[in-house]
């Protein structure tokens, strides 16, 4: 089945996708970093999009700065509400599901579990979807060059030895194992 957000899947799901986190971060943590959680939902209407989480992971110096950098970008990218009579970022502590409406287009950035917050998007033409990868980009202070094109397309082998190198991290934090 597909989903078009997280705010959308069933509570089973939910908890697949939070112990799926969980593992992640200890995972990463194992290697000195720590773990940006991002959503961006937009096309509703249109449902061109399929659910995604970004998973990225960062040093932990910029995981406890990027809030604020996610925070000014938010301010700058919609300086006006014109229909939501609501706040521009509503704190989640782990719990989207409770501070946000179905079928709501959306931003959502999670610094570990319980450290995040929403953004309702009001006006799609202003928020694109490469928006957090884009602040994340600022925050690692990458190169300009990296900060406004499309994302490259790795070769085949390359993708390959990526996914393998994945595995091999994650074969000890692998879940799912439990459930066999």
Request: glycine share 4%.
């Amino acid at each position: 089945q597909h989903e078009s957000s997280t705010r959308t899947v069933d509570k089973n799901v939910w908890e697949e996708i939070r112990n799926f986190k969980k593992c992640l971060l200890k995972m990463f943590a194992q290697q000195d970093k720590d773990v940006v959680f991002m959503e961006t939902v937009i096309s509703l209407v249109k449902q061109q999009r399929h659910c995604m989480i970004e998973c990225i992971p960062v040093p932990c110096e910029v995981s406890n700065k990027a809030p604020m950098y996610f925070k000014k970008a938010i301010d700058e990218v919609e300086e006006e509400w014109s229909q939501h009579e609501m706040k521009k970022l509503i704190p989640t502590s782990g719990n989207l599901r409770q501070v946000i409406p179905e079928n709501f287009a959306y931003f959502h950035v999670e610094f570990g579990l319980d450290r995040g917050f929403v953004h309702v998007i009001d006006d799609e033409s202003k928020f694109g979807a490469g928006f957090g990868l884009n602040v994340l980009r600022g925050v690692l202070r990458l190169p300009g060059e990296d900060m406004h094109r499309r994302r490259r397309h790795e070769s085949m082998d390359n993708q390959k030895q990526a996914v393998a190198g994945f595995m091999k991290d994650w074969e000890p934090f692998d879940w799912t194992k439990q459930l066999e």
